[in-house]
């Protein structure tokens, strides 16, 4: 097998982790002949915390495993056509896909071969390789073999940027049932053992996993809820001060397994998840305020959470943007952090009128039915469901 037909078998197999693509890129489908990204040979989008785009070669090792996790297309017992970069191949397709300007980065996962030690030195060694043998300084992101050495993981964080170790399901029932080889306790090991050594790096000055690590969560595999799944995510943050949880609709293959559902939940579930998690991370939202009981601990499809949060408690709107405070001009539909923070910057100066908010922000239509200014009041006798269905684009219902 020439390296091009590797290429093609394992930038396939990468397709299906989430953590370096965006939540609006194309569905993922487990389908012949495609390389699995959103442009050609392998190489996929990331986004960067200031909104720049960032190309990476996407790939696995191998998509050899010795594990039967039910849900994984590279699964021991499937019958998926199998191949292996060495450790070289890596290095000559990264190193050459840069010098061309392909890439600005490497995105490494792999099956486990032979043992978790024997795969985690081999994911080392690439980074190793490209970085001490040909000074490579792009983006390296290495997905973790938790059940590995920690020795290893220690060395692996030496070289990538990013390190990851996929939680894969959000509770322990969930992943004895559906992939009983592997183990949560020694995951959340991994998970604090990285912890510690980058926030010692960090004290320290020193290079290590500098970008942090995250983690991806597979949704929809198993009956668990999007507020069970939220309160997972939010334990890892606050435990291990994860840089992003990415979340991925799962997406069925071949040959599965009884275990599994028929079908793939709506990727409208993937986007709200993200969505929830923003609110979570950046907007002081309690998982409380984002899903309740009365949803049955799901994320509405037909709006996102903060909409759906400001629907059901309309008694809280409209707020006054010439004197809300910023916790609840924060709430506001279609108002983001930066907006915010400009009209509190702009009110110090004028009493702001509509047309001042609407410089201030692009979303003011959507924000306008929870706003006051000088100029402006909305309809107080506009109830929740007449909003709601105001607020809801037909032609985002004919998607989901």
Known sequence: MDLFQKLKILADAAKYDASCASSGAPKRAARAGGLGSTTGAGICHAYTPDGRCVSLLKILLTNYCLFDCAYCINRRSSNVPRARFSVDDVVTLTVEFYKRNYIEGLFLSSGIIRSADYTMEQLMLVAKKLRRDHGFAGYIHLKTIPEASPWLIEQAGLWADRMSINLELPTDASLKRLAPEKDSATISAAMGQMHERIAEAREERRRFSPAGQSTQVIVGADATTDADILSASAGLYDRFKLSRVYYSAFSPIDHASALLPPSAPPLAREHRLYQADWLLRHYEFSIDEIVTTADDGMLSLDVDPKLDWALKNRGKFPVC????????????????????????????????????????????????????????????????????????????????
């Open 321 to 400: 943007v010439n004197t809300g405070p910023r916790e609840m001009l924060l709430r506001v539909p279609g108002l983001g952090k930066k907006a915010v923070d400009k009209i509190i910057s702009a009110r110090r100066h004028t009493r702001l009128r509509a047309a001042d908010v609407q410089r201030l922000t692009r979303a003011f239509n959507r924000a306008a039915s929870f706003l006051v200014t000088a100029d402006h009041h909305p309809a107080r006798k506009l109830d929740e469901a007449n909003l709601r269905a105001r607020m809801t684009k037909p032609q985002q219902l004919a998607l989901l």
